[in-house]
């Protein structure tokens, strides 16, 4: 089967290879999903890729085409906050991938999409409560703090204190029944706004997947893989996320500045990173053939000698919710 015959096309994988050509050594795609990157990196010139990713049903999919490839694709389950003990050994590159892969929205049972009726699941992998568990559970504040600082929902308390209602008399077990609900809880969109429950399904993930937690992890899991001269890319399809790899990148490239204008100047750490790019769009020709492009941002760095190091979570601006409790 060609790439092209494959649902998930990689977004912005031509600008991925051109910033850092030529590409060779050995690489870890973090976000394997069907492929796309681990291709496109082998095609470009990587002797080796290590594909990770958290969804074991990507693996069975990537049967029918992965021993084409021989000893150069490793295909390896697990998160990618831990792909520095995955690959061993020091790597040329990295890349991640934060999207949720058309692969997975279309599989109406994994419970992804507002737009497909199935179980409320969300999980990326098939351990830890479902996004039916933290609707079921969640008090109303905690439920709207997810919505609010996971999805930006500004309607969050609204929203919430309609799930506490309806799930006094039914439990809300699908997706069609969360996104009925969310729709009659909030106007009715204008021509071409977003569907109501965008945001909602949206913090629902990411509080289900801890995406944030394993954000950061990842970055310094990939700060502590890379070789000196090695290419960290990261692509993010919403500003939360895309902020999170920004200031993790000023950080830990020396461009953090100090948090407090007040504070003695403290002295830095050696950067970790150099070469840090501005967020890189897709261009209008992508996007007409892939419109999961439009919303996309690439940000990537140069790995220097310096020690690796933690990630001044401060400086992130990580969201904090309060997930103890009932759940």
């Known amino acids: 089967m060609s790439m092209s015959e494959r649902p998930h096309v990689p977004v912005l994988i031509n600008s991925i290879l051109a910033h850092c050509a030529p590409v060779s050594g050995t690489w870890v795609d973090g976000t394997f999903g069907a492929g796309g990157y681990a291709q496109g990196l082998l095609a470009a010139g990587a002797e080796r890729v290590i594909g990770i990713d958290r969804d074991p049903t990507v693996f069975a999919m990537a049967a029918e085409w992965a021993d084409e490839y021989g000893d150069a694709l490793v295909l390896e389950q697990g998160v990618f906050s831990d792909l520095d003990r995955i690959a061993g050994a020091p790597v040329d590159g990295v890349v991640?991938?934060?999207?949720?892969?058309?692969?997975?929205?279309?599989?109406?049972?994994?419970?992804?999409?507002?737009?497909?009726?199935?179980?409320l699941d969300m999980r990326m992998g098939d351990i830890g409560p479902s996004a039916a568990d933290l609707v079921a559970e969640l008090d109303e504040g905690r439920l709207a703090d997810i919505l609010f600082h996971y999805g930006e929902e500004r309607a969050s308390r609204r929203i919430a204190?309609?799930?506490?209602?309806?799930?006094?008399?039914?439990?809300?077990?699908?997706?069609?029944?969360?996104?009925?609900?969310?729709e009659r809880a909030l106007p009715r969109p204008k021509p071409g706004q977003s569907h109501p429950a965008t945001r909602t399904f949206q913090a629902l993930r990411i509080a289900v997947n801890d995406e944030f937690g394993q954000l950061v992890a990842g970055l310094e899991a990939a700060e502590r893989a890379l070789a000196p001269g090695g290419w960290l890319a990261?692509?993010?399809?919403?500003?939360?996320?895309?902020?999170?790899?920004?200031?993790?990148?000023?950080?830990?490239?020396?461009?953090?500045?100090?948090?407090?204008?007040?504070?003695?100047?403290t002295e830095s750490a050696p950067p970790a990173f150099t070469g840090v790019t501005k967020g890189i769009a897709a261009d209008a020709d992508e996007i007409a053939q892939n419109p999961r492009a439009r919303s996309a941002r690439l940000r990537m760095a140069q790995r220097t000698d310096a020690p690796?190091?933690?990630a001044d979570r401060a400086r992130l601006g990580l969201p904090r919710i309060d997930m103890e409790g009932d759940i």
């Not at 999207?99 to 179980?119: E, I, K, N, Y």
């Not at 204190?161 to 969310?182: N, Y």
């Open 308 to 310: 690796a190091a933690p």
């Open 161 to 182: 204190r309609a799930i506490t209602r309806a799930r006094a008399d039914a439990p809300i077990t699908t997706t069609g029944q969360l996104a009925a609900l969310v």
């Open 234 to 265: 990261v692509v993010s399809f919403h500003s939360l996320e895309d902020r999170v790899v920004k200031r993790f990148f000023q950080d830990r490239s020396g461009g953090g500045g100090n948090a407090n204008r007040y504070a003695p100047v």
């Open 96 to 119: 991640l991938d934060l999207g949720v892969s058309s692969m997975q929205l279309d599989q109406a049972h994994r419970g992804f999409s507002f737009l497909r009726d199935g179980p």
